[in-house]
């Protein structure tokens, strides 16, 4: 337990300072930005063109944070996640609660992590995927979420994995603090396996 608690300061440290990178990368683009729009750029161009000076950014590689180092971080921080005490969860909650640009790289790793689920048929990746749904709670965005969710739950059903306990599992390891539309991340993990947005994209398939 010391090794896992040493472990997780140190992903959580990890984790601050690349939120602090990437907010502060925002900064700069949103400030580009404005500086366009002060020079009469039109509205839609100007963020177009934000968007494009991003992506031209991260393919010269200056980018703030090493995306595929920060998702494998996310996903061993998830797999800690589930060994630890519930007072030790709420600590992660918490710390993350501030890393909003963290916190909105979390929906594209339960995405990742769905994909790394049809691929290999490997359960741990439905488990890291839950227990990174755990720690987020939606506190961001719950639609991203559920979207989300819904892509790690069909890709369990893909491999012939029964999801539903799965989810109620991952529900007790979710927090109860409430956003501002008074959802909580327990909740919404346990609502899921009857929610209109699941049984939307099953009849899709």
């Known amino acids: ?26 900064a700069d ?6 500086r366009r729009l002060a020079e009469g750029m039109a509205g839609q161009e ?3 063109g934000m968007i494009d000076r991003q992506r031209q950014q991260i393919a010269e590689g200056g980018a703030p944070v090493d995306s595929a180092r920060l998702d494998e971080e996310l996903i061993e921080l998830a ?5 630890l005490p519930d007072a030790e969860r709420e600590r992660v909650r918490s710390g993350l609660r501030e890393m909003r640009q963290v916190r909105s790289q979390i929906y594209g790793t339960i995405h990742s992590m769905a994909r790394r689920l049809r691929e290999t048929r490997d359960d741990r990746w439905l488990d890291a995927g839950l227990a990174m749904a755990a720690i987020e709670g939606g506190y961001l965005d719950f639609r991203d979420l559920y979207v989300a969710l819904g892509e790690l739950w069909l890709a369990a059903e893909a491999v ?13 390891m979710a927090g109860e603090e409430r956003d501002s539309l008074n959802h909580c991340g327990h909740n919404l993990l346990l609502a ?3 929610s209109a947005h699941l049984h939307s994209i ?3 398939r």
């Not at 337990?1 to 925002?26: C, F, K, P, T, V």
Request: charged share 30%; net charge positive; glycine share 2%.
């Open 1 to 26: 337990m010391a090794d896992n608690a040493g472990r997780l300061d140190e992903l959580l440290i990890a984790l601050a300072d690349a939120s602090e990178r990437l907010r502060a990368w925002q």
């Open 29 to 34: 683009l949103n400030a580009w930005m404005r």
């Open 46 to 48: 100007a963020i177009a």
């Open 79 to 83: 797999e800690l996640y589930a060994q």
């Open 160 to 172: 012939r994995i029964r999801p539903a306990k799965r989810f109620t599992k991952a529900a007790e």
């Open 192 to 194: 899921f396996p009857h």
């Open 202 to 204: 099953k009849q899709k």
